[in-house]
């Protein structure tokens, strides 16, 4: 059975940092590319960063460019998203997701994970 476990979410004031992190197991995951999704309140669940297990290649959503980076950790099968110069509207439930991905066809217009974990709440305090 496949699950994605996200931890690290929490309450942090304007300006501060918070690292996420999504363990993963139940299959090899080595041809999946694996992406953060955020969900506000009364709003639709966004793409926030992706990456794959293999290679170097990463998306960033334009909102988050140059303060979010998204890593992964094969050994431990662990992905995770440091998040520095965090804002106000950056306060959502973190969703981490898992897409097969064998070809490196997908993208972050494309993406419709299979698995997602039940999420972390971030909250950023003006």
């Known amino acids: 059975q496949v699950t994605l476990v996200e931890s690290g979410g929490g309450l942090v004031q304007a300006g501060g940092s918070l690292r996420l992190s999504c363990a993963a197991s139940g299959r090899n995951f080595g041809s999946h590319i694996m992406a953060w999704f955020r969900q506000a309140p009364g709003k639709e669940r966004v793409f926030v960063s992706a990456?794959?297990?293999?290679?170097?290649?990463?998306y960033y959503a334009d909102s988050v460019k140059g303060r979010f980076t998204i890593s992964r950790n094969i050994s431990r099968a662990t992905v995770h998203l440091t998040m520095n110069n965090l804002k106000p509207e950056d306060t959502a439930v973190y969703y981490c997701?898992?897409?097969?991905?064998?070809?490196?066809?997908?993208?972050?217009?494309?993406?419709?994970?299979?698995?997602w974990g039940q999420g972390t709440q971030v909250a950023v305090s003006s």
């Open positions: 990456i794959r297990w293999t290679g170097t290649t990463t």
């Open positions: 997701a898992a897409e097969f991905d064998p070809f490196f066809q997908v993208t972050p217009d494309t993406l419709n994970p299979k698995y």
